[in-house]
């Protein structure tokens, strides 16, 4: 185990920390040992375009996650029920979490571009008062997003579902079955605690997921329009390779991983006395 | 820190001495760039080409994407195992570099060069630093091309404008033949900086420029003077169609090659693409600087030079030498489609677009870009501020003032 803990403690725990030291610095385009402590943060939490981005982050990432779970618990029931050509929906649902979002992020792009995407087409068959132009509208981009992270990430959820799916007694469902209990009381008083810890993974997969979401934004809407799909990870690229400005994107690094471990420890938790009722 | 640096980059110059002994002659030199395009391999293999024929042995370390390039370069540089060149954007982007005395001083090569006579001043400011000199101009590129296709200019039966009034009128033409009057690339802020660039030139002048980049900018964004720029700025959304957010540079200009759109705004660059498509630049797309002979913006490239125990190495200086001869130059220009850095240059092998873009920079009619005076800061934040009000279908005039004046004020 020795060196798998050298590789953790110098390479991941390092990292954070250098991390942490430089957004403590005013370095800008090379690392400069200057430190004036704080005064990144506080200029990140004045920094408008940082702002918009948490809150654009925060109804993406309401919405992705809930819209996943549902979404990806569905189609694991619909998996359960033994259904002919499984293995083929399996491979079909998970096909586009195996891709590159920058490259289907682009197609996506044209797809939903009004001037020769689907608004278009269909435009072009006759239905000239047909609109479907979120993409370029900023009161809607985000739900474009929200559409095709959903897209991708649903399967993976219900590839983890249908794991705990079938790790669930058959005993159980012959009992439900002698009591007469409806199909979908099972699934959501009985079924759906028994997999609340795959939940909770999915949970904490797809959470992470929407604070690093930046490949999506950059292939999908550049974070347009104007600044309506801006997100945090971007922020953080833009201000450390483009603006000449380290430090700052440091400290919004910073800030990204306390909310991941916002979200992930509370989880990781209940998971962890979810385990324990179930194993005692 | 910088002595932790130095130790260290002493540290490693002595192990890759050791470790090179007896072949310390023919260690060859590493030149790292963004230039990955057909034209631009066309273009570097020209400068490689000259310094190896003059007995160097150049080793091309192309990275893809300028931001890359330039992290790639940074990150050797303070890792203490520099390239002998890199390139960089003309302008602010050496800053800290100098600031951290990274950077080999060239005085010696530009005085032996008479850059002071041959390069045009803006550029010698760009470059220098406090009267010394840290970079060798490369090239040089317009950014303010306005660019137009004939055959929807035809179908409307309207020539090149001469004014925005003329251009707004040819866009209402335009819009009534089903065509999109103006094209716009929205897929990075840069482009959204570039057309207001591009305006500002056109509206207000070298004078109005100056005043912009100067300490009292925001006092002039206030003023009565820039009024018919944040006017033009404020209208130009409405001419152009609903499929700029997010759209790429290049796919853009195909919009002007397919004649779908009439005008469209963009670096030299873009000319490069049209000849590329088989279209022939100022007669298939007319071009000009601005509407009304604007005076051209201009940015470029150069080549920074790390200093390597203190002094210019011998291949770094015969790279300096090489690049800003007149016959690379030259040679180097005409295959990028992009513009000298120098005088004397014969500029009988290019096409109209780039002639006009040329002619302008020697008459002395040129503004330097943005991101020359201004740090990559600021530059992003104006171009983050424009392309929230492009998206802004109510955005009025006083908007762009008030952003635009906050910009300059905030950083």
């Known amino acids: ?280 | 820190m910088n002595r932790i640096q130095r130790a260290l980059s002493g540290v490693a110059a002595v192990a890759i001495c050791a470790a090179m002994s007896g072949t310390a002659n023919a260690q060859p030199t590493e030149v790292i760039h963004w230039w990955t395009s057909k034209a631009e391999s066309a273009g570097i293999k020209v400068i490689a080409d000259a310094f190896n024929q003059g007995g160097g042995e150049w080793k091309d370390e192309a990275v893809a994407g300028s931001s890359a390039a330039k992290t790639a370069a940074i990150n050797r540089i303070v890792g203490g195992n520099a390239p002998d060149v890199a390139q960089f954007s003309m302008g602010a982007d050496i800053n800290n570099l100098v600031e951290s005395g990274l950077l080999a001083n060239l005085d010696a090569v530009a005085a032996a060069g008479n850059w002071s006579k041959i390069v045009p001043a803006s550029v010698m400011s760009a470059i220098s630093r406090d009267g010394h000199v840290y970079a060798v101009p490369v090239q040089l590129q317009a950014t303010n091309f306005l660019f137009a296709s004939k055959a929807a200019l035809d179908k409307v039966g309207a020539t090149m404008p001469k004014t925005w009034d003329e251009f707004f009128a040819t866009g209402d033409k335009l819009r009534a033949a089903g065509i999109v009057p103006y094209a716009q690339a929205g897929d990075r802020d840069v482009w959204f900086m570039n057309t207001f660039g591009a305006v500002l030139a056109s509206v207000g002048g070298a004078e109005g420029w100056k005043q912009f980049t100067g300490p009292k900018g925001a006092e002039y964004v206030r003023s009565d003077a820039f009024k018919p720029v944040a006017e033009i700025l404020a209208k130009l959304p409405k001419y152009a169609d609903s499929g700029v957010s997010g759209r790429q540079w290049n796919v853009t200009n195909q919009m002007i090659l397919k004649g779908e759109a009439g005008f469209f705004i963009m670096g030299g660059w873009a000319i490069g693409e049209i000849v590329a498509s088989g279209k022939k630049p100022g007669e298939d797309v007319l071009c000009s600087i601005g509407p009304n002979n604007a005076p051209a913006v201009v940015n470029g490239d150069v080549w920074a030079m790390p200093a390597k125990g203190g002094n210019l190495t011998e291949a770094q200086k015969k790279i300096a030498e090489l690049t800003t001869s007149v016959e690379v130059q030259t040679k180097f220009t005409t295959a990028m489609g992009s513009l000298p850095i120098r005088s004397g240059v014969d500029a009988s092998g290019y096409n109209a677009c780039a002639a006009a873009g040329a002619s302008a920079i020697e008459k002395g009619n040129s503004v330097s870009a943005l991101m020359i005076p201004f740090s990559p800061e600021k530059v992003g934040a104006i171009g983050a501020e424009m392309k929230v009000l492009w998206a802004k279908a109510d955005a009025k005039p006083e908007d762009y003032v008030k952003a635009l004046a906050g910009v300059l004020e905030k950083y």
Request: proline share 4%; glycine share 8%.
């Open chain 1, 1 to 280: 185990m020795l060196p798998a803990w050298i590789i953790v403690i110098g390479v991941f725990i390092g990292a954070m920390i250098w991390t942490f030291v430089i957004s403590m610095t005013n370095s800008r385009l090379i690392p400069i040992y200057k430190f004036n402590f704080f005064d990144q943060y506080v200029r990140l939490m004045g920094n408008d375009g940082w702002l918009v981005s948490v809150g654009n982050l925060v109804v993406f990432g309401v919405l992705f996650i809930a819209i996943c779970l549902v979404l990806g618990f569905l189609m694991a029931i619909m998996m359960d029920q033994k259904i002919r050509g499984e293995s083929l929906f399996r491979t079909i649902f998970l096909y586009p979490y195996a891709m590159s979002f920058v490259v289907t992020g682009l197609v996506w792009q044209w797809v939903l571009n009004p001037t020769f995407g689907i608004q278009a087409t269909v435009r072009g068959w006759g239905f000239d008062t047909f609109v479907f132009d979120w993409i370029v509208r900023p009161d809607r981009a985000i739900f474009v997003l929200v559409l095709a992270a959903v897209w991708q990430g649903s399967g993976l959820v219900m590839a983890i579902l249908l794991a705990g799916l079938r790790g669930v007694d058959e005993d159980l469902w012959k009992a439900t079955k002698v009591d007469g209990i409806a199909k979908w009381r099972v699934y959501t008083s009985i079924v759906l605690p028994i997999i609340a810890p795959m939940a909770a993974t999915a949970t904490v997969l797809l959470s992470v997921a929407v604070v690093k979401a930046y490949d999506l934004v950059v292939a999908l809407t550049g974070g347009g329009p104007g600044n309506a799909t801006e997100v945090p990870a971007k922020f953080v690229m833009e201000n450390l390779f483009e603006r000449q400005n380290v430090a700052l994107a440091n400290a919004g690094a910073i800030m990204m991983l306390a909310a991941v471990v916002i979200v992930a420890t509370p989880i990781y938790y209940a998971r962890r006395s979810m385990a324990q009722k179930a194993a005692g």
